[in-house]
């Protein structure tokens, strides 16, 4: 086995900006990431703690270094960037200035006895996973809402104190967005923790209740998606930016039979937020934003979606992504139902909601 690494390196002492220096490895006797980066450091200084539990980031994804080299190159391959769980907060390589994240407890600091305060130094990986981050630094942390929920658990008395808390935090709760595809292995114990306190401070709202469509009254019926069907347009030299949802099957299953180039971004992992919308369309917006602009810059003809929700998202709220991202944004969006339609050559049917975009793909 061989590994391409790209690694990164700063120095705060002596470096200006941060770069990646490139490694070549053929494994001989490494079993995982801790391993590897021994080796490393055995020609090369490298700043990381030399233990099995020390938190780094694989492409994108947030792991421990014990993570052995067979899943490194299953999920990830064997081109890797390796980078520190925060690169704005780095101070020598790997290891990270971590203040921002411990400062977080004194919201909670007359709540919390001395052992829950040792059991939030353990929760610093969901503190820097947070995507939130990336727009907002002065986030109140998914690891204080899981000391929060704990807490709670373990004395519900106080929880009315708790809850006040962390309401009275400006870049609260209601900023939260989902950490199941940041970090490798995912309890997703951690989001129902997280999603209760946000229930408890009425934040959190069923799909169903959220309103997504600047216009109340415009509503698009994008029919069903046909289980048997026969492809007539391939969509040859097409670029497609899919977004998926947790029920992508089909769109998969239809995406296979075209000839269309599918592109690979890391920002159609990212979480919008949807259950928060009514109450902070905010972290919506700037995550969506971030999603069409992508998809945009990487030349994609348009971004295609599964659910109506996600439609009206991308589709419905363009003046409010553009104010936010300063640019405009003409990337056209297709639901899963409509694309069918245009492979499958009903392109009449197609056109009865493709007139109702906001941006009309114009691909008939």
Do not use: W
Not at 100 to 119: G, N, S
Not at 164 to 185: P, V, W
């Amino acid at each position: 086995m061989k590994l391409e690494i790209s690694l990164f390196k700063f120095d705060k002492n002596s470096d200006y900006l941060p770069y990646y220096t490139k490694h070549y490895l053929k494994i001989k006797d490494e079993k995982n990431i801790l391993d590897i980066l021994n080796t490393i450091n055995k020609t090369a200084k490298l700043g990381f703690e030399k233990n099995s539990d020390f938190d780094l980031v694989i492409n994108g994804v947030f792991v421990k270094t014990s993570i052995t080299l067979e899943e490194v190159v299953a999920n990830f391959g064997e081109e890797i960037i390796i980078e520190p769980i925060s690169i704005r907060r780095a101070c020598n390589d790997l290891l990270i200035d971590d203040n921002d994240f411990r400062e977080k407890i004194t919201i909670l600091k007359d709540l919390a006895q001395e052992e829950d305060k040792l059991e939030y130094l353990k929760l610093k990986p969901y503190f820097y996973a947070s995507n939130t981050l990336n727009y907002k630094n002065d986030y109140i942390g998914d690891a204080i809402l899981i000391l929060a929920y704990n807490l709670i658990k373990k004395n519900p008395a106080i929880a009315n104190y708790i809850l006040l808390a962390l309401d009275d935090y400006e870049i609260g709760a209601q900023y939260h967005t989902s950490l199941e595809k940041r970090i490798y292995n995912f309890d997703m114990t951690i989001e129902e923790k997280i999603q209760t306190i946000q229930n408890n401070l009425n934040l959190f709202e069923p799909l169903e209740k959220q309103n997504f469509r600047v216009n109340k009254t415009l509503i698009i019926d994008f029919g069903t998606f046909e289980e048997n069907y026969e492809i007539k347009h391939n969509f040859k030299d097409f670029n497609i930016a899919y977004y998926p949802s947790k029920e992508s099957i089909q769109t998969l299953a239809l995406l296979n039979k075209l000839d269309a180039n599918i592109l690979k971004l890391d920002s159609m992992k990212l979480d919008l937020a949807k259950n928060t919308f009514n109450k902070n369309p905010q972290i919506t917006y700037l995550v969506t934003s971030t999603i069409l602009l992508d998809a945009f810059d990487n030349n994609a003809d348009f971004l295609l979606v599964d659910t109506f929700e996600d439609f009206y998202i991308f589709d419905y709220n363009r003046k409010q992504l553009e104010k936010l991202s300063g640019r405009e944004i003409i990337l056209p969006i297709i639901h899963k139902n409509e694309l069918q339609k245009l492979a499958t050559g009903k392109h009449s049917e197609a056109k009865k909601t493709l007139d109702k975009h906001q941006i009309n793909p114009e691909i008939i």
